[in-house]
């Protein structure tokens, strides 16, 4: 009998220890889902109050350094490119080079914790991962992309609030603009010119809005068509090309410089040489200046709203 009474009390003893991890057991669980909810209840109530971890940010596109004023968070910019030059204070930050020749060495003298760049900047993304520097890719070949970076850069500095008010804001403009010419009015044929050599006494080395771009898609969005439908990105062009290109209308995009520089009527007098244009023929030649046009960036609404001036203008002649 003692040997039962043992066996009794050895299993007494199990029991009670089973009990107790149980207990223990629920207890940390119930404190593992009170701690969730708590969290989760906290976070739908404070969404913005989360402390950004970046203090020393670098922009490698001008567009980016527009977006980053933009958001207020220009205190926390280090480092600019090379053409960044809206808004104007933009210009008094640091300089790390351009697209083609970014000063690796400047960057890293600058001690940033966060790199923005354009995705075809893939390599130099990259080499900063590498060395443990966080960068953000934007995509600023498109309108949709535009407006996505404005809430990808404000998430990721835990201003979501401000990034949804402007990118509503240009959506707004969008919706606007897109009232403002008829959608069952003729597409006429449109020529951008991106960029030429205004110093020739005719447009020589003539380069357009091709198969990539967000002018391209401007050109759409302003009601005409891109008179060129080839697959180059940004075809440079012959006086034959352009010949055969028709176009109804050419919008001749200048930055601030050669507007100042060179004048509106030099500019126009240049196009004068190749009367076999039909948009030539027709005085349908726009030169919109400013380096705002030229960036795809932001302030993309002010193009778009001139290349809709530009093609609706051909609806009333």
């Known amino acids: 009998m003692p040997g039962n009474h043992h066996t009794i009390k050895q299993a007494s003893s199990r029991a009670r220890g089973l009990l107790l991890v149980l207990v223990i057991l629920v207890f940390f669980i119930s404190c593992q889902l009170l701690r969730t909810h708590i969290s989760n209840t906290s976070g739908a109530q404070q969404p913005e109050t989360k402390a950004t971890s970046y203090h020393r940010i670098i922009a490698l596109s001008p567009s980016i350094v527009e977006i980053i004023y933009q958001l207020g968070l220009e205190s926390k910019l280090v480092g600019v490119p090379r053409f960044a030059n809206h808004p104007p204070e933009a210009k008094q930050k640091p300089c790390v080079g351009g697209y083609m020749d970014l000063n690796f060495e400047k960057v890293l003298e600058l001690k940033p914790d966060c790199i923005i760049l354009l995705k075809e900047q893939s390599q130099a993304a990259n080499r900063f991962s590498e060395i443990g520097i966080d960068t953000i890719s934007v995509d600023h070949n498109h309108t949709a992309g535009i407006i996505d970076s404005i809430s990808l850069i404000g998430n990721a500095m835990a201003l979501p609030r401000r990034a949804k008010q402007l990118a509503t804001g240009i959506q707004n403009q969008l919706s606007e603009q897109s009232l403002s010419y008829s959608t069952n009015a003729p597409k006429p044929r449109v020529l951008v010119c991106i960029s030429r050599d205004t110093a020739a006494q005719q447009p020589d080395q003539v380069v357009i809005a091709g198969s990539s771009g967000y002018h391209r898609e401007l050109i759409e969005m302003a009601g005409g068509v891109n008179a060129y439908q080839g697959p180059v990105s940004f075809p440079m062009l012959s006086r034959e090309k352009l ?75």
């Open 243 to 317: 010949i055969e290109l028709r176009p109804d209308i050419i919008i001749d995009m200048v930055n601030t410089d050669t507007w100042l520089r060179v004048g509106r009527d030099r500019l126009l007098a240049a196009w004068q040489a190749f009367p076999e244009i039909k948009a030539i023929k027709n005085k349908r030649v726009v030169i919109i200046h400013g380096d705002q046009h030229l960036i795809p960036g932001p302030r993309f609404p002010q193009t778009l709203q001139q290349f809709t001036l530009a093609i609706s203008a051909s609806f009333t002649r």
